[in-house]
């Protein structure tokens, strides 16, 4: 069964620095997702894309995030200057026409 | 925008007991409400979901009910067995904004012990 793929598992930077998370979703899904999820807390909302652009995105997703479909298969996020508050479980997700949202195995960004 | 609370933040159930996690939103447009199985470390596993035509979906072991007039819906896991330990999200998507990407909503969560 396809599944979303995410790189690194484990991501540790300083603060101040840029990181990028991956993804890559499941190939026939045209809607994407990244949530995050701080430690033993709730899973939020980032941000969405379709059709090659932000679709909506959340009050977290401010000016230092960033999102790209640099290819047909690949899906970023980008954090131009972490700060120590980024530090949480990311999750990539995607779906196709239907409402199933299927998440990627996370990314856990440490920032020291 | 869209609120969704769980309860209990916490559960604790003898094996072969039943288990119920019970939440509420808050968008009366909301349509689509997923429950999400999250185990220590891992993704969020989509274990069932229902639609807001439907009153009731059962699959196997684990059911959920939604009353859309009270804006709640519950999930009910029966004869609960050791690996049914988890932490349960559920979740609420909204309908208003056609050209957004119709987001998920997540409630607290709750850490669900099934005790042998």
């Known amino acids: 069964e396809p599944e979303v793929t995410q790189t690194p598992s484990h991501q540790v930077t300083q603060m101040g620095q840029e990181v990028i998370l991956r993804c890559v979703p499941i190939?026939?899904?045209?809607?994407f997702y990244w949530y995050r999820q701080i430690l033993g807390q709730k899973v939020e909302f980032l941000v969405s894309?379709?059709?090659?652009?932000?679709?909506?995105k959340s009050e977290i997703f401010d000016d230092q995030f960033s999102v790209e479909r640099p290819d047909g298969s690949n899906f970023t996020l980008k954090i131009r200057s972490t700060k120590l508050e980024d530090s949480a479980m990311y999750f990539c997700?995607?779906?196709?026409?239907?409402?199933?949202?299927?998440f990627g195995p996370g990314t856990r960004l440490t920032v020291t | 925008g869209e609120n969704v609370e769980q309860h209990p933040s916490t559960l604790s159930v003898q094996e072969g007991d039943s288990a119920v996690i019970k939440c509420t939103y808050s968008?009366?447009?909301?349509?689509?409400f997923p429950w999400y199985k999250q185990e220590l470390g891992k993704r969020p596993q989509l274990i069932i979901d229902?639609?807001?035509?439907?009153g009731e979906k059962k699959d196997q072991r684990i059911a959920v009910t939604l009353n859309k007039t009270a804006k709640h819906f519950s999930l009910h896991i029966t004869e609960t067995q050791p690996e049914d330990s988890a932490v349960y999200f559920c979740?609420?998507?909204?309908?208003?904004?056609?050209?957004?990407?119709?987001?998920?909503?997540f409630g607290g969560g709750t850490r669900v012990l099934v005790k042998p």
């Open positions: 997700a995607s779906r196709d026409m239907s409402y199933e949202q299927y």
């Open positions: 190939s026939n899904h045209l809607y």
């Open positions: 894309f379709y059709n090659n652009e932000i679709s909506e």
């Open positions: 968008d009366s447009a909301s349509n689509y």
């Open positions: 229902i639609r807001s035509n439907v």
């Open positions: 979740a609420a998507k909204g309908t208003r904004n056609k050209a957004a990407g119709n987001k998920l909503t």
